[in-house]
């Protein structure tokens, strides 16, 4: 049984930096064709694709983002771990983490329930 | 980066009816798309792949079509648990990008 839990602070003060850890249990990110990615929600809003690390340590990023985010990955704790900095009340939103299953299909098989991050002083 | 433009954003249907989403791409994506059901509160649930592959578990009334920039997700006889959000997402490029959304509401 494949499952995802997002964890991080709710709340986070403007410019600073949102450190969220996802954690993983039933898949392993060493193997081959495997990726995890970030996707978040504004209230009421449309999903935003931001960044996926796959088995091999390849990373991507969404362009408008980049300059802000960082993936990472622990193969032996099961955890994959997103940084975004400056943090600005626009980025308010659930935060998402999924299990993308084959290299070249970064389509998301595997949700995690999603962790709201407000962003306010 | 490939705009994803769906159609209606929202929708009034009945129990029993027949719905249509479309799905539009701002270029050619092949077969690279996917469809998600989304409950409020809820995340998002692979329905379909690679524009018409069923997602293990997904019932049959869920089905998809197209390809190249324009793809529907159709829904043969609407039952209540179907009431959601649904979004469109193409995997062919980088980055990946999502529809804004379609309501299917209850009339």
């Known amino acids: 049984q494949i499952t995802l839990k997002e964890s991080g602070p709710t709340l986070v003060k403007p410019t600073q930096t949102l450190t969220l850890t996802c954690t993983f249990s039933g898949f392993s990110l060493s193997t081959s064709g495997v990726g995890v990615g970030w996707i978040r929600q504004p209230p009421g809003k449309a999903l935003e694709w931001l960044a996926l690390i796959y088995w091999d340590d390849d990373k991507r990023y969404s362009p408008s983002l980049k300059s802000r985010l960082t993936i990472t990955k622990d193969t032996s704790k099961n955890q994959v771990v997103l940084t975004m900095t400056n943090m600005d009340p626009v980025d308010t939103a659930t935060y998402y983490c999924?299990?993308?299953?084959?290299?070249?299909?970064?389509?998301?098989?595997?949700w995690g329930q999603g962790t709201l991050v407000t962003v306010s002083s | 980066a490939i705009r994803m433009t769906q159609s209606p954003s929202s929708l009034s249907a009945s129990t029993g009816d027949r719905v249509t989403i479309t799905c539009r791409a701002s270029q050619g994506i092949s077969s690279y798309l996917a469809w998600y059901q989304q409950k409020p509160g809820k995340a998002p649930k692979l329905l379909i792949y690679a524009a018409s592959t069923l997602q293990s578990g997904v019932p049959s009334r869920f089905s998809g079509s197209g390809s190249g920039t324009d793809f529907t997700l159709t829904i043969s006889c609407l039952q209540s648990e179907d009431f959601a959000t649904y979004y469109c997402q193409q995997y062919y490029s980088y980055p990946p990008s999502f529809g804004q959304g379609t309501k299917v509401e209850i009339k």
């Open positions: 999924a299990q993308s299953r084959d290299y070249g299909d970064s389509y998301f098989d595997y």
